[in-house]
Antibody, heavy 122, light 106 residues
């Protein structure tokens, strides 16, 4: 059974870098057509796709976050990470990591972490 | 960006009823739509992808249909565990979610 677990600071000061890690168990992040995604949800609001990465090195970032965003893989630890620079209050959200299967016809995010709440405040 | 508009925002229903949720894309997304269910305090759960393919373990009472700009999620007979918020998502271009439909007890 594949499981994902987010970790990182729950409180980040404005202008600092928001950094989160997602540990994956039950599957290798180096295999197959799976991409590893970050998605966030602002309080009481909808869902926003942040970005996703494949073990081949391909990564895709939200156009609105691209200038501040970096997503990376650590295959030795079977985990992936998110770094969002110059954080503001608008980045306060529940952050989810997830596994997404992507091929020519399909884009299916079938496994999610439980989420971690990050607040940006001084 | 392709905007996904869901309607209605809230739907009040009784258990056993047939439920139809709508999602409209601002331009054609072919069949590149997924549906998710989210309950309070939990992450979203994938129900449907490629417009009509049920994800593993999803009950048969959930079905998806549509292509182009109009999509529908149908719950044939609503169960008590189905009260939740439902989101559509397009992945034809950068993945974007709709604003959600809350299915609540009537």
């Amino acid at each position: 059974q594949v499981q994902l677990q987010e970790s990182g600071p729950g409180l980040v000061k404005p202008s600092q870098t928001l950094s989160l890690t997602c540990a994956v168990s039950g599957a290798s992040i180096s295999n197959g057509n799976y991409y590893w995604s970050w998605i966030r949800q602002h309080p009481e609001k909808g869902l926003e796709w942040i970005g996703y990465i494949h073990h081949s090195g391909s990564s895709f970032y939200s156009p609105s976050l691209k200038s501040r965003l970096s997503i990376s893989l650590d295959t030795t630890k079977n985990q992936f990470s998110l770094n969002l620079t110059s954080a503001t209050a608008a980045d306060t959200a529940m952050y989810y990591c997830a596994r997404t299967f992507i091929d020519v016809y399909n884009f299916a995010t079938d496994t999610w972490g439980q989420g971690t709440l990050v607040t940006v405040s001084s | 960006e392709i905007v996904m508009t869901q309607s209605p925002a809230t739907l009040s229903v009784s258990p056993g009823e047939r439920v139809t949720l709508s999602c409209r894309a601002s331009e054609s997304v072919v069949s590149n739509v997924a549906w998710y269910q989210q309950k309070a305090g939990l992450p979203p759960r994938l129900l449907i992808y490629a417009s009509s393919t049920r994800a593993t373990g999803v009950p048969a009472r959930f079905s998806g249909s549509g292509s182009g700009t109009e999509f529908t999620l149908t719950i044939s007979s609503l169960q008590s565990e189905d009260f939740a918020v439902y989101y559509c998502q397009q992945y034809h271009k950068w993945p974007l979610f709709g604003g959600g439909t809350k299915v609540e007890v009537k």
